[in-house]
């Protein structure tokens, strides 16, 4: 597949994931009425954010790792909240398995040849 479009994919997931996991705790399904400290979840989704988007191939290896914790708490979320929370937890681990391909197959198709 072509490098570029998984670069967009994945640069697209990983700013969807920030905003989702912003307006989740902030206004959709908070655990508390008004908001949530757990909107600081997204501060790790930060951190790859400029390698992401600059293309840096070690950025990609490293984020595919750093990814899994949003996809347990899609899943978790998902099976055991109700209703909007519920559905919203699905969105976050869809998100998460999206930006996973993207970032291995960009790192496996850019990175130096180990033949």
């Known amino acids: 597949m ?8 994945a640069s697209a ?14 206004w959709l399904a908070p655990l508390k009425p008004g908001g949530s400290w757990l909107v600081l979840k997204v501060l790790p989704l930060l951190l790859p954010l400029f390698g992401i988007l600059r293309g840096k191939v070690y950025t990609y290896r490293w984020s595919t790792l750093l990814i899994w914790l949003y996809f347990t708490e899609g899943v978790v979320r998902a099976w055991s909240e109700p209703g909007l929370a519920s559905r919203l937890g699905m969105l976050e681990t869809s998100l998460s398995l999206v930006f996973f391909t993207a970032a291995a197959l960009y790192a496996r198709n850019s990175g130096p040849r180990q033949d």
């Not at 072509?2 to 994919?9: G, K, M």
């Not at 997931?13 to 902030?26: D, M, P, Q, T, Y």
């Open 13 to 26: 997931s990983l700013i969807a994931l920030i905003f989702l996991g912003v307006a989740w705790e902030l």
């Open 2 to 9: 072509n490098p570029a479009v998984l670069r967009h994919v």
